[in-house]
Protein backbone atom coordinates (compact mmCIF):
# COMPACT_ATOMS: atom_id res chain seq x y z
CA UNK A 1 0.00 0.00 0.00
CA UNK A 2 2.60 2.36 1.15
CA UNK A 3 4.57 1.36 -2.34
CA UNK A 4 1.61 2.22 -4.08
CA UNK A 5 1.46 5.84 -3.00
CA UNK A 6 5.22 6.65 -3.43
CA UNK A 7 4.55 4.89 -7.00
CA UNK A 8 1.78 6.97 -7.85
CA UNK A 9 3.57 10.50 -6.17
CA UNK A 10 6.43 9.67 -7.85
CA UNK A 11 4.90 9.37 -11.40
CA UNK A 12 2.94 13.06 -10.74
CA UNK A 13 6.37 14.24 -9.74
CA UNK A 14 8.19 13.38 -12.74
CA UNK A 15 5.02 14.05 -15.06
CA UNK A 16 5.04 17.55 -13.92
CA UNK A 17 8.65 18.03 -14.51
CA UNK A 18 7.98 16.94 -17.87
CA UNK A 19 5.27 19.13 -18.82
CA UNK A 20 6.58 22.35 -17.22
CA UNK A 21 10.36 21.97 -18.50
CA UNK A 22 8.74 21.32 -22.18
CA UNK A 23 6.55 24.39 -22.31
CA UNK A 24 7.97 27.78 -20.58
CA UNK A 25 10.92 28.70 -22.37
CA UNK A 26 13.01 31.76 -22.30
CA UNK A 27 14.96 33.10 -25.33
CA UNK A 28 17.10 36.45 -25.88
CA UNK A 29 16.36 38.21 -29.21
CA UNK A 30 18.89 40.71 -30.85
CA UNK A 31 16.81 44.16 -31.58
CA UNK A 32 19.42 45.82 -33.46
CA UNK A 33 17.43 47.90 -35.73
CA UNK A 34 15.34 49.61 -32.74
CA UNK A 35 15.82 53.45 -32.31
CA UNK A 36 13.68 54.86 -29.47
CA UNK A 37 11.16 54.54 -26.77
CA UNK A 38 8.40 54.42 -29.14
CA UNK A 39 9.74 51.11 -31.23
CA UNK A 40 10.15 49.75 -27.28
CA UNK A 41 6.52 50.50 -26.97
CA UNK A 42 5.47 49.26 -30.25
CA UNK A 43 7.27 46.14 -29.87
CA UNK A 44 6.10 45.33 -26.21
CA UNK A 45 2.23 46.17 -27.08
CA UNK A 46 2.90 44.27 -30.32
CA UNK A 47 4.14 40.67 -28.79
CA UNK A 48 2.00 40.79 -25.98
CA UNK A 49 -0.65 40.08 -28.68
CA UNK A 50 0.93 37.31 -30.01
CA UNK A 51 -0.26 33.75 -29.09
CA UNK A 52 2.19 31.34 -26.92
CA UNK A 53 4.47 34.48 -25.76
CA UNK A 54 4.27 35.09 -22.11
CA UNK A 55 6.18 38.08 -21.45
CA UNK A 56 8.46 40.00 -23.93
CA UNK A 57 10.77 42.95 -22.06
CA UNK A 58 12.52 44.79 -24.20
CA UNK A 59 15.49 45.90 -23.18
CA UNK A 60 16.35 49.40 -24.90
CA UNK A 61 19.44 49.72 -23.57
CA UNK A 62 20.89 46.40 -24.66
CA UNK A 63 19.10 46.78 -27.75
CA UNK A 64 17.42 43.02 -27.19
CA UNK A 65 14.03 41.24 -26.48
CA UNK A 66 14.10 39.01 -22.94
CA UNK A 67 10.88 36.48 -23.92
CA UNK A 68 9.00 33.86 -22.15
CA UNK A 69 7.18 31.41 -24.37
CA UNK A 70 5.70 28.72 -24.50
CA UNK A 71 6.99 26.11 -26.84
CA UNK A 72 3.91 23.97 -27.37
CA UNK A 73 2.04 27.32 -29.07
CA UNK A 74 4.92 28.55 -30.61
CA UNK A 75 9.12 28.30 -31.44
CA UNK A 76 11.65 30.61 -32.21
CA UNK A 77 11.48 31.28 -35.84
CA UNK A 78 7.59 32.60 -35.35
CA UNK A 79 9.08 34.58 -32.64
CA UNK A 80 11.06 36.69 -34.63
CA UNK A 81 8.72 36.11 -37.46
CA UNK A 82 5.97 38.07 -35.07
CA UNK A 83 8.98 40.83 -34.37
CA UNK A 84 9.63 41.35 -38.29
CA UNK A 85 5.65 41.85 -38.75
CA UNK A 86 6.05 44.66 -36.74
CA UNK A 87 9.12 46.48 -38.72
CA UNK A 88 11.64 45.07 -36.93
CA UNK A 89 14.59 42.94 -37.34
CA UNK A 90 14.86 40.11 -34.60
CA UNK A 91 18.71 38.45 -34.65
CA UNK A 92 18.63 37.66 -38.22
CA UNK A 93 15.58 37.65 -39.89
CA UNK A 94 15.13 41.21 -41.37
CA UNK A 95 11.69 42.96 -41.02
CA UNK A 96 8.85 43.16 -43.11
CA UNK A 97 9.46 46.22 -45.75
CA UNK A 98 6.02 46.49 -45.51
CA UNK A 99 5.49 47.28 -42.11
CA UNK A 100 9.09 49.12 -41.80
CA UNK A 101 7.82 52.02 -44.11
CA UNK A 102 4.94 52.44 -41.92
CA UNK A 103 7.12 52.99 -38.65
CA UNK A 104 7.39 56.81 -37.52
CA UNK A 105 10.55 58.48 -38.70
CA UNK A 106 12.28 58.30 -35.74
CA UNK A 107 12.33 54.61 -35.68
CA UNK A 108 13.70 54.05 -39.02
CA UNK A 109 17.29 54.42 -39.26
CA UNK A 110 19.49 51.77 -40.77
CA UNK A 111 16.23 49.27 -40.22
CA UNK A 112 16.81 46.83 -42.98
CU1 LIG B 1 11.39 54.21 -32.43
Excluded: R, W
Excluded at 11 to 19: P, Q, T
Excluded at 45 to 65: H, L, R, W, Y
Aim: glycine share 10%; charged share 20%.
Amino acid sequence: MKNTIIIILTGLILGLMACSKGEAKQVNIALTTMQCGMCESTIEKGMAKVEGITKFDVDMAGKSGHVTYNASLIDLAAIEKAVSALGYQANKTLADPVAYEALPGCCKVGGM
